[in-house]
């Protein structure tokens, strides 16, 4: 399975700039802001989730490289 990983790449873009959370510590972070700013920030948390998952199905799962 190594070769198949080896030839796709993560479409997913990556900043330096930023640590990596895990979902647990960004919902932590949400948690710890202002009751009237959580909503806005859970919207654009699930927003870009969402994004993520379409970009791997798009750019990933559709390869013909995985195909069954």
């Not at 932590?28 to 699930?46: C, F, G, H, T």
């Amino acid at each position: 399975m190594a070769g198949i990983y080896d030839q796709v790449q993560n479409p997913i873009p990556y900043s330096g700039f930023f640590t990596t959370k895990t979902l647990a510590e960004i919902q932590d972070l949400i948690e710890a802001m202002p009751k009237s700013q959580r909503s806005n920030l859970y919207l654009v948390m699930q927003y870009t989730l969402n994004s993520c998952h379409q970009l791997v199905e798009d750019q990933i799962l559709s390869r013909e490289v995985f195909a069954g």
